[in-house]
């Protein structure tokens, strides 16, 4: 498989199978191909961080991604908690 087409490159990334599905699902709804979706995704996330960066606010978003997996960490341990007190 060639790694490069074009102007494109190839670019293998590793995913968790349920964000896996979620964007199959996504890119079902938009039809779309999941690699196009991902694309998409991709490319406004590059804009919103250059944005960012260029308003100096990427070290406060980073900050406050930080702060949103903290959270649902912690989320996610009740969660499990919840179901283990119901066995």
Known sequence: MPTEKGDK???TIW???GLVDRLE???AKGDITR???ITN???VGAEELEVMNNLGLWATARV???IRQYFRKRHEKGQAKEVS???
């Open 25 to 27: 699902a996504l890119a």
């Open 85 to 87: 007190d119901k066995s």
């Open 35 to 37: 690699s196009k979706l």
């Open 41 to 43: 995704l991709v490319e």
């Open 15 to 17: 995913i968790d199978k």
């Open 9 to 11: 490159q190839a670019v």
């Open 64 to 66: 406050f991604e930080d």
